[in-house]
Each structure stands twice: as C-alpha cells, then as structure tokens.
C-alpha cells in the first residue's frame, strides 16, 4: 500500500523552462511533507518542506505547491539548471508518527542545455 | 559541520552470509534512522533510534536483520543471513531530537549491498 506516490518515474525539461514534479498522498494524517533531491552514489538532501497549515512555500527558484483537498502537492523550479539534474522525493509526515518519513518512489529530472 | 557517516559504501556477499553496516551521525542528532532504498524505489524506513532506545522497528524484518545503537551515538545494522532481495542501498539518516515537531533528517552517502 503506498501512500506516497510520484506517477512520473522521470521528466525531461530544458534549461530556462519551469520543471514541475508531482506527488500524491492517501494518508490523510500526513500534515507535514518535504521534498528530497538525490546525485547518484549520495544520500538524499532536503530541499524545501512544507507544513499543512499552508499551501505554498516559497525559497529561491523552488515552490512547493499543497492542495489538501485533492491530497497532492508539486514541486516548482524555475528556472531550472543543468545541476538541477537529480531525483527527487517527496516525504511527508504525520505528526503522530515520531518524525517518520514515508517516501514517494522518486521521479529523475534531467535538464538539457 | 561533518555530516553523516557511513561505512562500508560497498559490499559484495553470497546469500546466507552475514554484514554489516556502520553508521555516525551529525554530533548533537539525537534521533537516528536506517532505510533500505531498493533500486527505484524511494527510501523505506527499518527502524528509528532516539538516544539508544528504538521508537519504531515495525518494518525491520526482525528473524534477519538487527540493529543496535550502544551510548547513543554510532549505529550497527546487521543482516543475518542475507537473501538475494537484501540487495539495496542502506541509507543512515539523523536529525535533531523529535519532540512534536517534524525536524529535517540528513543523510548518509549510503551503503550499496549486492547480495549473489
């Protein structure tokens, strides 16, 4: 049962374009959900969270986007950059559950030049 | 500030032998977490450590794998004896202590473990 899922195993966008990477989510006690970006033979990095009470949140070229309704929440870049090229995970969190992270299956971003 | 440490990165063994896998996390992180990322899939979380006591093992798959964290600080995690679909990157992750609020969790480089 994955309550965390990414529908596009990966996304081509060229540089200078908005990238715009989605996620869905079942659980309806998740309130907190960040997204994680990933270079091949390193860990996951965090990028940007957002906390239910809001439904935007904004840092440099990245916004994450929350629609609590629908239970879905997507990831902005814009512009995005050649070393934008990653993947990325969305997580999201309940706040009965002791900080644990249930991971999206991930979606590979490559931005060509 | 050095980040998260974990070693070995790679390791190689035949199914039924044992492994295991060492982790350091960020000087001052009181939680600290092992995931199993299998190859196209996101991390999955095994099991979550606050201090030295554990907070959740409910998906450690407990008659093979195990896991300690002695004086609160490194952390060993054991597959005994491994099976092909052990083969996956064990992801070490720390963040601040948990007390009601989601802290942002740092992670290891990893250890990528084949099992033949």
């Known amino acids: 049962d994955q309550q965390v899922k990414q529908n596009s195993p990966s996304l081509s966008v060229q540089e200078g374009r908005i990238s715009i990477l989605n996620c869905d989510y079942t659980n309806s006690m998740f309130d907190y959900f960040l997204w994680y970006k990933k270079y091949p033979a390193e860990g996951p990095t965090f990028l940007i969270s957002i906390s239910s009470i809001k439904d935007k949140n904004e840092d440099g070229r990245f916004t994450v986007f929350l629609n609590k309704s629908a239970k879905h929440l997507s990831l902005h870049i814009v512009p995005s950059q050649p070393g934008d090229s990653a993947v990325y995970f969305c997580?999201?969190?309940?706040?009965?559950?002791?900080?644990?992270?249930?991971f999206g299956g991930g979606t590979r971003l490559m931005v060509k030049p | 500030e050095a980040g998260v440490a974990q070693s070995p990165r790679y390791k190689i063994i035949e199914k039924r032998q044992s492994v295991a896998f060492w982790c350091n996390p960020i000087s001052g992180h009181a939680t600290l977490y092992w995931y199993q990322q299998i190859l196209g899939q996101g991390p999955k979380l095994l099991i979550q450590f606050q201090n030295n006591g554990v907070v959740d093992d409910s998906q450690l798959p407990k008659d093979r794998f195990s896991a300690e964290r002695l004086k609160g600080v490194d952390s060993t995690l054991k597959i005994q004896p491994a099976k092909l679909e052990d083969s996956a990157v064990y992801l070490c992750a720390s963040s601040l202590e948990f007390s009601g609020a989601t802290y942002e969790q740092y992670f290891g480089p990893g250890t990528r473990l084949t099992v033949t």
């Open positions: 997580a999201a969190n309940g706040n009965n559950a002791g900080n644990m992270l249930t």
